[in-house]
């Protein structure tokens, strides 16, 4: 189990840019699928972005290209640079681990580990 914190959220202009961190406590972080979701008002909760174990490449569901996920194993950091924000970003983003994809991709609490998610919100 990971205990994961999300950072970086906020109040951002359309057309903007953002970057979310996450950091882990664990040890097992590593060996951890890694993603974000997020979750607008109504919305179910979706799945933005992720890596696996040892690969740097980020895969992104969505095919949204003004998101990329980075990994830093040694900092045990996930981060979520979004750019050219829309209104529609609008959401609480979650960062969650799971120590497969199968668990990462249910996308519920309680399958894997999830941060408390940070708010973003675009708005002019």
């Known amino acids: 189990q990971l205990h994961l914190v999300e950072s970086g959220g906020g109040l951002v202009q359309p057309g903007g840019s953002l970057t979310l961190s996450c950091t882990a406590e664990g040890n097992v972080f590593s060996s951890y699928y890694m993603g974000w979701y997020r979750q607008g008002p109504g919305n179910q909760r979706e799945l933005v972005a992720y890596t696996a174990p040892g690969d740097r490449t980020n895969y992104k569901p969505s095919r949204k290209d003004r998101f990329t996920m980075s990994r830093d194993n040694a900092k045990k950091m996930v981060s979520l640079q979004i750019d050219n924000l829309v209104p529609e970003d609008t959401a609480v983003y979650y960062c969650?681990?799971?120590?497969?994809?199968?668990?990462?991709?249910?996308?519920?609490?309680?399958?894997?580990?999830w941060g408390r998610g940070t708010q973003v919100t675009v708005s002019s």
């Open positions: 969650t681990g799971a120590p497969t994809f199968a668990t990462l991709k249910v996308g519920q609490t309680g399958y894997g580990s």
